[in-house]
């Protein structure tokens, strides 16, 4: 989805597009039935062709069918893979990507998320010289956006998406123009923003109530938050910061007070449980769960870690 906004952007500007290149349709949902991922969506919609290569890296194919219409520049948004370097020779002004970072910090497939999930207040998009490296190239241009205290990756996804499809526009106009000097990363101030796993949502308490609350911020729609209780798998859905010193608990244990479930972290800070979601039941708010399974006093969330 990400990429959308600058497909669309390129096409209704004075750019050319003479070629969309993105996956192929998978199977989804319950029928299985292939869908068209949203960049071809919006290709299709805006009258430009289309190819779908499995691989590109040693596909003589794709590579005969780019070379042969010689295009000034390559347009990389959200491919989140190591450009092969027949590719990054083959146009005038090289390869230019869109990065939803600011560069050098959340190299890598899930920068907005990492960037959310850290803390990070402000973030903002990077148009780069892309290289053999991940992320790695030269910048060319870059903007801010600032990240409010309840964004999501979910919220801040479009806002950037927006605001890097005008810095796109912004990027090939200068460099036609010569008005842009690439300069070198500061390879020293690298951060890495690895793709999502399951394993990232499951809740560490021994973390600051703020770092879980930021981690299940920037971990939306996919791959959540998650812990155990009785056994049983519990999806944390909303979670909030307690202030400092309202309560002291050991990190995973449980509270109750009235009809609010708290819950212990690292730190000597905690966080209040909104709503939440027992394996095999429906998503609730957390005095349905209170009121339901009345935790006992010193009951604790996961494996209590010594």
Not at 110 to 124: K, L, N, R, Y
Request: aromatic share 4%; hydrophobic share 40%.
């Amino acid at each position: 989805m990400f990429a959308v906004p600058a497909l669309d952007a390129l096409v209704r500007g004075e750019h050319r597009v003479a070629l969309v290149v993105t996956q192929p349709d998978r199977p989804k949902g319950r029928g299985m039935e292939l869908a068209l991922s949203p960049v071809k969506q919006k290709a299709l919609e805006l009258g430009r062709p289309v190819t779908q290569p499995e691989k590109i890296k040693n596909n003589q194919e794709f590579r005969e069918q780019l070379a042969t219409l010689q295009p000034d520049a390559i347009i990389v948004v959200g491919y989140g893979r190591i450009i092969p370097p027949w590719m990054l020779r083959l146009p005038k002004y090289g390869n230019i990507n869109l990065h939803a970072s600011l560069l050098p910090k959340y190299r890598g497939a899930a920068p907005i998320q990492w960037a959310i999930a850290s803390g990070e207040t402000v973030t903002g998009n990077t148009t780069m010289l892309l290289n053999e490296g991940l992320d790695t190239g030269d910048i060319l241009l870059q903007n801010e956006l600032p990240i409010a205290p309840e964004d999501t990756a979910v919220t801040l996804a479009p806002r950037l998406a927006a605001i890097g499809a005008d810095l796109l526009l912004e990027t090939l106009d200068r460099l036609a123009k010569g008005t842009i000097v690439p300069r070198a990363q500061d390879h020293s101030q690298a951060t890495l923003a690895p793709i999502l796993s399951k394993d990232d949502a499951r809740v560490d308490f021994h973390r600051t109530a703020s770092e879980i609350c930021n981690r299940l911020r920037g971990f939306q729609p996919w791959p959540g938050a998650f812990t155990a209780f009785r056994g049983k798998q519990l999806t944390l859905h909303s979670m909030q910061p307690l202030a400092a010193g309202e309560i002291v608990l050991h990190p995973s244990e449980l509270a109750v007070r009235g009809d609010r479930l708290l819950v212990g972290c690292g730190g000597n800070t905690a966080v209040e449980i909104v709503e939440l979601q027992l394996e095999g039941k429906r998503r609730m708010a957390a005095r349905e769960f209170v009121n339901g399974y009345r935790p006992s006093p010193g009951e604790c969330l996961g494996e209590r870690k010594s």
